[in-house]
């Protein structure tokens, strides 16, 4: 699966693209199968589009499962049971993932925050 934009700026996501963006924010630690389930299911679950927890848990399962089998796969199991991280070690694809994330995150750190010049009516002096 190429992924040509890691960060989906589209409003509205897949799952299988939720489940990337989750995986790049827990970064080494890895997330659990249920965590993971229940972060799409927050994002996906809406007043107009209502989801069910148990479809989107066995759908998450299985998009980890199928998408983890190989050593260059792009998602590898943590070592504990159920838990998932992305496999930087050994994918091109995920390695790429990351450093586009890293990019990002410190792109919006190095935003300054604008200084606010407006003149307040009242002085410091006259509130006391």
Partial sequence: MKLTNPFFDTPYMTYDQ???QILL???E???SV????KHVFNQSNTLFAASNLQDIHQYVQQYLLKNSKSAQSLIESTGRRGFYRL???HSADARQMMLH???EQEEKEEKPLQQDFSLSLFDADDCL
């Fill in 18 to 20: 939720q489940i990337l």
């Fill in 25 to 27: 924010r827990v970064g």
């Fill in 29 to 31: 630690r890895g997330i």
């Fill in 34 to 37: 249920q965590s993971l389930a």
């Fill in 87 to 89: 496999n930087t070690g």
């Fill in 101 to 103: 994330f890293r990019e």
